[in-house]
């Protein structure tokens, strides 16, 4: 085997590689945003964990990239691990498809039919097809299914130049003695899982193993342990994605490596056992691309049968690998895993529940804050602060999580999501700040014994309500997603800036007539000052959203249309908060 030849050889398997990925990738577009949820929300029996796990590996062409997406489920506390554990046996097995989808480059070319359905004629019509509808279609959908087929091209083509480079190999004695050494089951199995961990690819290594069978020199006495040294190796990659992981995340990456290394060496056990007493006369079998494809997808079905019932043994051994180090402080960000950056639908929909956490917390700041003003105490003080810091931690964390996501590719509503998110993010962040100034104002009041007149007393408990409501009204209107709970925000929002107008008039009177102090004065324009900014953030959420249902982000001009057209929706609202919150 020359340079020539060799530099073939890793010319086609590159292209293996980048076809299978670009086939894969192709593949997950088209699904949408569909295909990475169901993972966690339909994976509710073991039965189901396992089917789930092989067909979305069977989609993605991966079981590396359907483990690490589980990892990332568990580690972000989405999925249990006795839940992960069936889905990652499924992806072992689902993996074995891309040998039947590299076998459609083995079909020979002679006679009528079989020259039409050749591999280069195959080859060349399916690129063509990819071509065309990649660079001249308008929609994106078409673009990713000309996405699959150029994949899928490549991949053909790449197996193709693998078969041509080791073509002559079987005349080579040193390549049939190497072959025949592969019977010893130990050295086949760490050929195989080393071999794997390097190209960090099952299929690909199946695939390689396909392209040598085509030599004549490959019995399945020597593929047979190296094919269970492949599916120990494919567990390195999913090794490495534990780096960084919690506990949990830690226990699901090892599970691909112990049910694989516990299937493999049981199956080989007993196989060689039974083999020692009653030798199988098929292990001379000549294997080819076709056979190989189907004692892999035998093997892997058998492994997974077989560990199915285990999976409680399974996850005990992964928690005495891993023991639980105590409980520790929740993390803002424990659900935005940096795995699921590559599956923007998980990253958005995980990105929303954090938001949704934040926006509930930033409420209770508020409450907790205007109670302060009824009845003061450290301790209530001491909360607002804490949950204050812990916006900001989530704004920190939330903020440079959508700043990676935005360099995703989106569809038309993923990316108005997106948007959204980055809006409102910091008017969430401001209703504590706001929360905090409140608290500080009430203790202020507490520690110079200051007491508004029973007049501004009234006046405070109006506005409190008032802003309460609103801020009740945004929050519930962004986590539930309701449109019609967003409409009534501006409407209040515009009965409050009028409320905090008369209210500094009312409270210029006092100061004139002396029931009021200039010191007292100082705090009140404060609160009323925050009660106008807590309204005008909750605005801001609420049009974000509405401007998000009509396809446009423009807050200055729609806020202009909403007040000039007056709709009777908006009028009656408007009536209604006015006589609610009426002084």
Known sequence: MGISEIIALLSGVALFLFGMSLMGDGLKSVSGDKLEPILYRLSSTQLRGVLLGTGVTAVIQSSCATSVMVVGFVNSGMMKLRQAIPVILGSILGTSITGWVICLSYIEGAGS????????????????????????????????????????????????????????????????????????????????????????????????????SVTGALSLGAALPLLFGITIGAAFPVLLSAVGATIPGKRTAWVYLVESFLGVIVLTAVFYIVNAVHPFSFLSKTM????????????????????????????????????DKGPAREDPGLRLEERFLAHPPLAIEQSRLTLNAMAELSRKA??????????????????????????????????????????????????????KYLHVISDFERLSDHALNIAESAKELHDK?????????????????????????????????????????????????????????????????????????????????????????????????????????DTHEYLEQLRQKRTESFQHYSDFYRETFAI
């Open 113 to 212: 039919l079989r020259s039409v359905l050749s591999t280069a004629t195959l080859t060349g019509v399916v690129a063509v097809v990819g071509i065309v509808l990649r660079m001249f279609s308008k929609k994106q959908t078409h673009k990713h299914v000309g996405d699959i087929l150029m994949g899928f091209a490549v991949l053909m083509f790449g197996m193709s130049t693998m078969s041509g480079a080791v073509n002559g190999l079987g005349d080579q004695p040193w390549f049939t003695k190497t072959m025949t050494s592969m019977s010893n089951p130990i050295l086949g199995i760490l050929v195989g899982a080393a071999f794997t961990a390097l190209l960090q690819s099952a299929s690909a290594a199946v695939g390689i193993l396909q392209a040598l």
């Open 288 to 323: 080819d691309p076709f056979s190989l494809a189907g004692v892999n997808t035998f093997f892997r079905f058998i492994l997974t049968v077989m560990l199915l019932p285990f999976t409680d043994a399974v996850e005990a051994i992964v928690c005495r690998m891993f023991p």
């Open 366 to 419: 508020l409450e907790i804050s205007y109670s302060l003003l009824r009845g003061y105490t450290e301790e209530g003080f001491e909360e607002v602060k804490e949950i204050e810091s812990e916006v900001d931690r989530y704004e920190d964390v939330l903020g440079t999580y959508l700043m990676k996501l935005t360099g995703r590719e989106f569809n038309a509503r993923q990316s108005g999501e997106v948007s």
């Open 449 to 553: 014994k200051l007491a508004f007149s029973p007049a501004g007393q009234h006046e405070l408990a109006v506005i409190t309500g008032a802003t309460s409501e609103v801020a009740r009204l945004a929050v519930k209107a962004f986590v539930n997603e309701d449109l019609d709970e967003a409409e009534k925000v501006e409407p209040l929002e515009e009965v409050i800036d009028d409320l905090c107008d008369e209210m500094k008039v009312h409270h210029v009177e006092r100061l004139q007539n002396g029931t009021c102090t200039i010191l007292q004065g100082y705090v009140f324009n404060d609160l009323l000052t925050n009660f106008e900014r807590v309204s005008d953030h909750c605005s801001n959420i609420a049009v974000a959203m509405l401007e998000l249902s009509l396809g446009a982000f």
